[in-house]
């Protein structure tokens, strides 16, 4: 029977795209930026992604992912720069990425139909100010029992060792009574399948799974979720 529902928060519970372009042009306008192409976004979003992915697979550290992706979008956009500046952007995106909140669609309201029944926590690979602040703000530290941050524990999804330290802390090593709802395949989900928990991959685009990564669930809105639990406990 499961008990212990962890749950991814970027682009699961919130909608980081949305939150990532406005915390994004907030910088350029602090800083003074001026940045035309309309592809600059997006190609920022990749840059961003390659260099998490790079942190999932153990080829860089935190730092690197922080700023590392800063300076080569700078560099790629001509932008002039030192580190001072990209030290201070970083920090800037992150306190304003805890600003910007944004749900899914009917991520609170599953949260809140779930509270008597389970003990639901965040996992999340995200830095600590912002994750903090996204926390705060959006009310979720009033419906979640506790918040797990890859910074904190030292070690990042989707490494088994991340998800040892939360059962650990949880108080429970019973692998059946867990599961992780994430829309990442590479860093929730294969997570997952490392601690060797279900998992329930939130896929609003219906992207299809050409990894080796094995997915219990695939939905395409979190309004699925309580039927899955309800069927998992039959």
């Known amino acids: 029977m499961i008990k212990y529902i962890l749950w991814d928060i970027d682009n699961t519970l919130l ?9 994004m042009i907030n910088g350029f306008e602090k800083f003074g930026i001026k940045v035309t192409d309309e592809n600059a976004l997006p190609s920022y ?30 560099t790629k956009y001509n932008i002039d720069y030192d580190d001072n500046l990209v030290e201070n952007f970083n920090l ?18 599953v949260l809140n ?3 008597n029944n389970y003990k639901q926590y965040a996992v999340t690979n995200g830095s600590k100010i912002a994750q903090t602040g996204k926390i705060t703000n959006s009310g979720l530290d009033k419906i979640l029992d506790d918040v797990f941050i890859s910074e904190d524990l030292g070690v990042d999804k989707p490494n088994k060792a991340f998800f040892d330290k939360i059962f ?27 601690a060797a928990i279900k998992n329930i991959w939130f896929n609003p685009n219906t992207n299809i799974n050409e990894t080796k990564i094995k997915v219990d669930f695939d939905i395409k809105d979190l309004s699925e979720v309580p039927g ?3 069927r998992i406990d039959v």
């Open 15 to 23: 909608n980081f795209d949305l939150a990532e372009e406005a915390s």
């Open 228 to 230: 899955i639990l309800k």
């Open 92 to 109: 800037n995106f992150q306190k304003e990425l805890g600003r910007q909140v944004f749900f899914h669609n009917h991520a609170k309201e």
């Open 168 to 194: 650990e802390k949880i108080g429970s090593t019973n692998k059946k009574e867990y599961i992780l709802i994430g829309d990442s395949l590479t860093s929730d989900i294969r997570g997952a399948n490392n």
């Open 45 to 74: 979003k990749k840059i961003n992604d390659k260099y998490w992915k790079r942190l999932e697979n153990g080829e860089i550290d935190r730092d690197e992912v922080l700023l590392g992706r800063f300076r080569e979008f700078f």
């Open 113 to 115: 139909e779930l509270k």
